[in-house]
């Protein structure tokens, strides 16, 4: 994938154009560059992906591309210690229209699935089978710990009414989906759980011998309070994110 690279100069044109928030720009300058610029960091440390997260308004599909071009990014800490992730779970406000898309993406994403994101391509679903027809997907997307509490939201799956709803939603624990519409950019692309519309920060897969205790939704209030509860949750770990940040 290549290393990052000093540059020594303080920015380079990707650089300006990511803080200039200029979005236009910062694709043709991908391109131009191909994507080289996109390794570069600048005397303070930072990626074209880490002043990116900084801003807290970049659109997805500029953070694609820049991960795209330099897919070791995700992961690499800037001078002050934090990651994309982080920065961007910082940044980009819990109003912000593509806070949920953007943090599902960095926490998701995955080279080599395709030049958009981990399960996109072309704009269909590209899903992996293995030689008997079951899926395959990246063994770390799912979590070894299940939600605190879980909830039968639908026996069958919300996304294509067939086949039985076996993935519980982190943190809201609704259990609303199964395998093959995980990997769908219909279903989570925008990286908000289809029925309760929480942050999605985990996936839980439940197996034949899962003994976890698992409550059934009798009603449209008792959704609503579960969803209103995790929400707050979520508002009060925002809170003190940003109590730490500044």
């Not at 067939?162 to 943190?171: F, G, H, N, R, T």
């Not at 009798?218 to 995790?230: G, I």
Request: charged share 25%.
């Amino acid at each position: 994938m290549g290393q990052a690279q000093s540059s020594a100069i303080q920015q380079t044109k990707l650089h300006w154009y990511v803080l200039g928030e200029d979005w236009s720009g910062c694709r043709r300058r991908l391109q131009k560059s191909q994507g080289a610029e996109a390794r570069v960091l600048n005397t303070c440390g930072d990626l074209p992906l880490h002043l990116a997260c900084y801003t807290g308004n970049a659109p997805p599909d500029i953070l694609r591309a820049l991960l795209d071009a330099y897919p070791n990014s995700l992961r690499m800490p800037n001078k002050t210690g934090r990651d994309a992730l982080e920065l961007a779970s910082i940044n980009y406000h819990l109003d912000h229209p593509h806070r949920a898309e953007v943090l599902f993406l960095l926490r998701w994403y995955r080279p080599g699935h395709s030049s958009s994101n981990s399960f996109v391509e072309n704009g269909e679903d590209s899903i992996d089978h293995d030689i008997d027809g079951e899926i395959l997907l990246p063994s770390d997307i799912f979590s070894q710990s299940p939600p605190e509490h879980m909830y039968m939201t639908s026996t069958i799956c919300v996304a294509c009414m067939e086949k039985p709803s076996d993935i519980a939603i982190l943190p809201c624990g609704h259990i609303c989906l199964c395998r093959e519409c995980v990997c769908s950019t219909r279903v989570l692309h925008c990286g908000k759980c289809p029925v309760g519309r929480c942050e999605v920060i985990g996936l839980y897969r439940l197996e034949e011998e899962d003994n976890h205790e698992v409550s059934m939704m009798h009603s449209e209030e008792e959704l609503l309070c579960s969803s209103d509860e995790v929400m707050q949750q979520c508002d009060e770990k925002h809170g003190r994110i940003m109590e730490i940040a500044c």
